[in-house]
């Protein structure tokens, strides 16, 4: 249960991504109408394009059998490839999959960084793991030290011709 609630998640962050024409049109119109028995059919063709939101699609509909047979090997392929073009969802997909071991060897490690980076790539499945796990999503930032600047006055006591001197 907790699985499919993911893949509905993840399948309503996808929503918010632009639409496009041609094979992403029937992908897309899929994923707006929340069949997800539809969803790997109707978005294979654009996957097989090289259409990394429909990559993501491919491999969560292999990973959870919903629309077609099981197969997280094969989704993992998916996952890689929307991944390899440093497609958020992609990388936290591939993530996940690293460090539960869910068709390919599980390393913790190296599924956790590509997790952060799918956070820091805006990715917001990834920054709420990260949250929940209690983790910094991006390192912090050192805080300049201010100037006071009591000067309020127009020139602040200084001549407004730079050739006055």
Do not use: H
């Amino acid at each position: 249960m907790i699985r499919l609630m993911s893949v509905v998640l993840s399948l309503s962050t996808l929503l918010l991504q632009p639409v496009q024409a041609g094979p992403m049109a029937a992908c897309d119109n899929v994923i707006r109408s929340g069949s997800e028995t539809w969803a790997y059919k109707n978005c294979l063709p654009a996957a097989e394009d090289g259409t990394p939101k429909a990559q993501v699609v491919v491999g969560m509909a292999l990973m959870t059998g919903v629309g077609v047979l099981k197969n997280p090997e094969l989704a993992v392929v998916w996952f890689r490839r929307a991944a390899d073009q440093n497609y958020p969802a992609g990388l936290y997909q591939l993530g996940l999959a690293k460090i539960a071991g869910m068709g390919i060897a599980q390393d913790e490690s190296a599924g956790m960084a590509l997790i952060q980076k799918a956070a820091t790539a805006g990715d917001p499945e990834a920054k709420g793991f990260l949250t929940e796990l209690g983790m910094p999503q991006e390192p912090e930032k050192p805080q300049r030290k201010r100037i006071k600047n009591d000067c309020v006055g127009v020139g602040c006591g200084r001549p407004l011709d730079p050739f006055s001197r």
